[in-house]
């Protein structure tokens, strides 16, 4: 079953939602961008809204439609340096597919 991803996070502009591969939608308030992620979730078979960080850093996962096939990783020392590169490389990647100007992590 095939699923989506829907990112929210903050930029110069206000709060875009952006689907993977699609131009970003912005939003003036968090509430707003996260409220039209999860309606756009909702409506399809299996997707996830993932919200970010100013930083990039993943700040909250919510799944709808599918099972959480991951757990949860464990407290090491490594975790935090872990998050904050992948969160640099997916916001990298979220900007690079957008034609707006985002703000600075």
Known sequence: MPSKTLHVFRSIAGWE?????????T?????DALAMAIHQAKNSRAAQVVVHRRDGRVAELRYFGMRKI???PRKSP???????AVGKV???????DSPR?????
């Open 90 to 96: 997916v916001m990298d990647r979220l900007r690079a």
């Open 17 to 25: 939602v952006k689907k993977e591969g699609r131009q970003s939608k």
């Open 78 to 84: 490594l975790r935090q340096k872990i998050a904050k």
């Open 101 to 105: 100007d985002h703000a600075p992590a």
């Open 27 to 31: 939003f003036g308030t968090k509430r």
């Open 70 to 72: 991951l757990k949860s």
